[in-house]
């Protein structure tokens, strides 16, 4: 049995993510702070299987006992791999630095950085001594290479999973038997934070224009083609172990 835990499975990218690893029998063990019904509808006609397990990534003290929780669920001497995609992900707070509340930082810091850190933390304690197939998707931006004004919270916290993605790498070069990773840049998908970002004023993101363009202009991904591809990482034999990747690589 192949085994993923998927963060922000509920919606966006990781809905997309979820239906194409049940479609290719992987047993899902989906996170979301509440559970998607017609996604567990979707899973009893696939090949696969999913286990809901809601929790607030935001709550990140708790990440410790979420995970034993999860990991309860796996049964390890029947799997052929297991692996973890870092997705779920806040866009806010989107206006200038001097505008924004420590609060805000610290929630969307939590969310997008420490909860993946510490959620890798957990997944190399677990299945450290398991000689498997073990892979971590960390799902990134462009953002976390180019500055945005008004996206300082959510540049730099694509810009720090960026970086620990070169760490985990390079601290599982020595392990017994390691795990790889990767940062997988997903381009402008057709989700609810697209819709954010043009909800948003040129005061707060002065870059929104663009943004419209993109969605005017046809030009957003569906998520199913994103999905596809996260799913194809967990498949081919060559992992860019380290790397950060394009969708258009």
């Given at each position: 049995m192949?085994?993923?835990i998927l963060t922000g499975a509920s919606s966006g990218i990781g809905l997309a993510a979820a239906k194409n690893l049940l479609q290719q029998g992987f047993h899902v063990l989906a996170v979301s702070r509440h559970k998607n019904t017609d996604l567990i509808?979707?899973?009893?006609?696939?090949?696969?299987?999913?286990?809901?397990?809601?929790?607030d990534l935001s709550k990140?003290?708790?990440?410790?006992?979420?995970?034993?929780?999860?990991?309860?669920?796996?049964?390890?001497?029947?799997a052929d791999g297991i692996h973890l995609i870092n997705n779920a992900g806040?866009?806010?707070?989107?206006k200038m630095m001097e505008d924004v509340e420590p609060s805000e930082y610290e929630k969307s810091l939590s969310v997008n950085l420490v909860a993946p850190m510490a959620l890798i933390s957990q997944f190399l304690k677990q299945t450290g001594e398991q000689n498997i197939d073990k892979r971590i998707i960390n799902?990134?931006?462009?953002?976390?290479?180019?500055?945005?004004?008004?996206?300082?919270a959510y540049c730099t916290s694509k810009a720090g999973l960026?970086?620990?993605?070169?760490?985990?790498?390079?601290?599982?070069?020595?392990?017994?038997?390691?795990?790889?990773?990767?940062?997988?840049?997903?381009?402008?998908?057709?989700?609810?934070?697209?819709?954010?970002?043009?909800?948003?004023?040129k005061s707060e993101f002065p870059h929104v224009d663009r943004f419209k363009a993109f969605h005017r202009n046809q030009q957003l991904l569906d998520p199913d083609i994103v999905g596809k591809k996260i799913a194809e990482l967990l498949e081919q034999k060559i992992f860019p172990d380290g790397q950060k990747i394009d969708i258009r690589d």
């Amino acid at each position: 049995m192949r085994y993923v835990i998927l963060t922000g499975a509920s919606s966006g990218i990781g809905l997309a993510a979820a239906k194409n690893l049940l479609q290719q029998g992987f047993h899902v063990l989906a996170v979301s702070r509440h559970k998607n019904t017609d996604l567990i509808k979707y899973a009893d006609k696939q090949s696969g299987k999913i286990d809901y397990i809601e929790f607030d990534l935001s709550k990140t003290a708790e990440i410790e006992n979420f995970m034993e929780q999860v990991f309860g669920k796996i049964v390890l001497a029947e799997a052929d791999g297991i692996h973890l995609i870092n997705n779920a992900g806040v866009l806010e707070p989107v206006k200038m630095m001097e505008d924004v509340e420590p609060s805000e930082y610290e929630k969307s810091l939590s969310v997008n950085l420490v909860a993946p850190m510490a959620l890798i933390s957990q997944f190399l304690k677990q299945t450290g001594e398991q000689n498997i197939d073990k892979r971590i998707i960390n799902i990134s931006s462009g953002a976390g290479d180019h500055p945005y004004a008004g996206w300082a919270a959510y540049c730099t916290s694509k810009a720090g999973l960026d970086m620990v993605t070169r760490v985990v790498k390079a601290e599982q070069s020595n392990a017994k038997y390691p795990a790889q990773i990767v940062s997988f840049a997903p381009g402008v998908v057709a989700t609810s934070m697209q819709k954010l970002i043009r909800s948003k004023s040129k005061s707060e993101f002065p870059h929104v224009d663009r943004f419209k363009a993109f969605h005017r202009n046809q030009q957003l991904l569906d998520p199913d083609i994103v999905g596809k591809k996260i799913a194809e990482l967990l498949e081919q034999k060559i992992f860019p172990d380290g790397q950060k990747i394009d969708i258009r690589d």
